[in-house]
């Protein structure tokens, strides 16, 4: 599975006083099994991009392929590249409507015709996928769940459909830090587990520098940056301007720089950066 962009444009209002040009000539490559970042303000052409991923918005010029299909060719099938692609946009859980956890992860696989036992089987994968306890909480409501547990049933009915593709909209906006580390632990393990594309969508730069293996920042519809995190995170003036930071880690290592620490590498993470700092200080002690 790869997916390839080619000069993708897309105008929002075309022909009125409010014609908006999205996408200006977006082009990138992703490889199976890889997880992407895809930062950028408020605006900047995010998801109006990946909505073109999987036919939802059929862009003004350029292409797309998934797999080696051109998926904005006249005529191409998008029902099966559908079923192939997850995508949840922003607080999934608001979509959250059946009687019981199982029944709402079951909608998916139960819609393509699959027998009760090959549903069953599903339903249990991706609740564990996703970080559920299959016995206390399939036959629960799941509007009595607390918020990091109805957006972990969200994803879980898209684990269902078995994607190639997921892709995922700020998937830890709004909900508390132990929630947020759950769900980013959860891509981890999807990833692990199925080696699956994964794009995930993130204002949140330490989310990119603890999961991605390559980021693209997008800017006025256009990307800007594109590379390994520490490539993109070295850029630090640059993302500033764009009105994006630096990681955490990355930020308090660039300060403590200024003031005279001699810390050797990038490290991008907390984890990362509590070594870093140790190796320094042990060096700084060990000088004659």
Do not use: C, W
């Not at 027998?115 to 629960?140: C, K, N, P, Y």
């Not at 830890?172 to 969508?201: E, V, Y």
């Not at 999961?211 to 630090?236: C, N, Q």
């Amino acid at each position: 599975m790869s997916i390839r962009v080619e000069d993708l444009v897309y105008v929002y209002g075309e022909g009125t006083p409010y014609e908006t040009r999205a996408l200006d000539g977006v082009s990138m490559e992703i490889e199976d099994g890889e997880l992407i970042g895809l930062a950028g303000h408020t605006g900047s052409g995010k998801s109006t991009l990946v909505q073109h991923l999987n036919g939802i918005l059929r862009p003004k010029s350029g292409r797309v392929f998934v797999d080696g299909s051109e998926i904005t060719a006249r005529g191409a099938k998008l029902t099966g590249l559908r079923r192939r692609i997850g995508l949840l946009f922003q607080y999934p859980e608001y979509q959250l409507f059946e009687e019981t956890v199982y029944k709402d992860v079951a909608f998916g696989p139960s819609n393509l015709g699959l027998s009760e036992a090959e549903t069953d089987q599903r339903v249990r994968e991706a609740m564990f996928l996703a970080g559920l306890d299959f016995e206390s909480a399939a036959q629960r409501s799941p509007f009595e769940l607390s918020g990091g547990q109805k957006r972990k049933a969200a994803i879980a009915g898209v684990l269902a459909m078995r994607p190639d593709i997921l892709i995922l909209d700020e998937p830890t906006a709004g909900l508390d830090p132990k929630s947020q580390s759950d769900i980013l632990r959860m891509l981890g393990n999807i990833r692990k587990s199925r080696g699956i594309i994964i794009i995930l969508i993130s204002h949140n730069m330490d989310d990119m520098a603890r999961l991605a293996d390559r980021i693209f920042v997008m800017e006025k519809g256009r990307i800007e940056l594109s590379g390994p995190p520490e490539d993109v995170f070295s850029r630090g003036a640059e993302l500033r301007g764009m009105g994006l930071g630096l990681p955490e880690a990355a930020g308090m290592i660039d300060m403590m720089r200024d003031r005279g620490a001699e810390i050797e590498g990038r490290p991008l993470t907390l984890d990362a950066a509590e070594l870093a700092i140790d190796r320094y200080l042990r060096s700084k002690r060990a000088r004659p």
